[in-house]
């Protein structure tokens, strides 16, 4: 039986005094649940993040990194930079680094392989806007985003890969997909899944759904028979909201 995952996407939020603060405060607000539980701080954080998750059961993630493991890349951080302090997870493709930084199904694809190469463990992004749902595509935008993003993988890493459905039209809107619509695009992209590498490898797939998630719906999402929890933006700034999603 697939874990449920709850990652908190805290995006460019968060000084190092109050990550501190924060993990202190929400790890024992969490230290009993069965599901694992990540934060995806900024770069400035992790250092403090790290250390102050130490003796919980908080996982710490990156929100980006580079496919490359060392160069002439002003301003970007490897995976083998991440994994030198310990970092256990990394985001890659969300729709914000897609619209603003150019990230493509390629440079996605990329990272996802060098992120195995460099020991992390990849939650890679995949949603649709609101004109590629309006016109009826979101199951042609999304599985063909999963398709390309999971090209040239081995079994092994497929199953270790994280992907988190995230409609775009949903993320801080405060607009969610109804239970339904998210738990059959997250259907949608396990079948693409068992399509490639087989019913096997697809029913082990780690799939969240993000997009406005907050304590008030992640029960009924949860509680859908594809979804295996979440990717949460702004109600993971919140310690005691998030904690009341994790223990949904």
Same mark, same amino acid.
């Given at each position: 039986?697939?874990?449920?995952?709850?990652?908190?996407?805290?995006?460019?939020?968060?000084?190092?005094?109050?990550?501190?603060?924060?993990?202190?405060?929400?790890?024992?607000?969490?230290?009993?649940?069965?599901?694992?539980?990540?934060?995806?701080?900024?770069?400035?954080?992790?250092?403090?993040? @790290?250390?102050? &998750?130490?003796? +919980? =059961?908080?996982?710490?993630?990156?929100?980006?990194?580079? /496919? %490359?493991?060392?160069? *002439?890349?002003?301003?970007?951080?490897?995976?083998?930079?991440?994994?030198?302090?310990?970092?256990?997870?990394?985001?890659?493709?969300?729709?914000?680094?897609?619209?603003?930084?150019?990230?493509?199904?390629?440079?996605?694809?990329?990272?996802?392989?060098?992120?195995?190469?460099?020991?992390?463990?990849?939650?890679?992004?995949?949603?649709?806007?609101?004109?590629?749902?309006?016109?009826?595509?979101?199951?042609?935008?999304?599985?063909?985003?999963?398709? @390309?993003?999971? &090209?040239?993988? +081995? =079994?092994?890493?497929?199953?270790?890969?994280?992907?988190? /459905? %995230?409609?775009?039209? *949903?993320?801080?809107?405060?607009?969610?997909?109804?239970?339904?619509?998210?738990?059959?695009?997250?259907?949608?992209?396990?079948?693409?899944?068992?399509?490639?590498?087989?019913?096997?490898?697809?029913?082990?797939?780690?799939?969240?759904?993000?997009?406005?998630?907050?304590?008030?719906?992640?029960?009924?999402?949860?509680?859908?028979?594809?979804?295996?929890?979440?990717?949460?933006?702004?109600?993971?700034?919140?310690?005691?909201?998030?904690?009341?999603?994790?223990?949904?």
């Amino acid at each position: 039986m697939r874990k449920k995952v709850i990652a908190g996407n805290w995006k460019m939020n968060m000084l190092p005094n109050e990550t501190i603060s924060f993990i202190e405060e929400l790890a024992p607000l969490v230290k009993n649940t069965e599901n694992e539980v990540i934060l995806c701080v900024p770069y400035t954080d992790l250092f403090y993040a @790290l250390l102050t &998750a130490q003796n +919980t =059961n908080i996982k710490i993630g990156a929100q980006n990194m580079h /496919y %490359e493991e060392n160069g *002439a890349y002003t301003g970007e951080i490897s995976g083998k930079m991440l994994k030198s302090i310990n970092v256990d997870y990394v985001i890659i493709g969300h729709s914000e680094r897609r619209q603003y930084f150019n990230e493509t199904d390629e440079t996605v694809n990329k990272k996802i392989k060098s992120a195995f190469r460099d020991g992390l463990k990849p939650i890679v992004c995949v949603g649709e806007t609101l004109e590629q749902r309006e016109a009826g595509k979101t199951e042609e935008i999304i599985t063909k985003q999963t398709e @390309l993003a999971l &090209a040239g993988l +081995t =079994n092994e890493q497929v199953q270790n890969t994280i992907i988190a /459905y %995230e409609p775009i039209w *949903a993320i801080g809107t405060g607009k969610t997909a109804t239970k339904e619509d998210a738990n059959n695009s997250i259907k949608s992209i396990r079948n693409k899944i068992a399509q490639i590498y087989g019913q096997n490898i697809a029913d082990g797939v780690i799939i969240q759904y993000g997009g406005s998630v907050k304590s008030a719906n992640a029960k009924e999402l949860f509680e859908m028979s594809d979804i295996d929890g979440g990717l949460v933006g702004g109600a993971s700034l919140k310690a005691e909201e998030f904690s009341k999603i994790v223990n949904f």
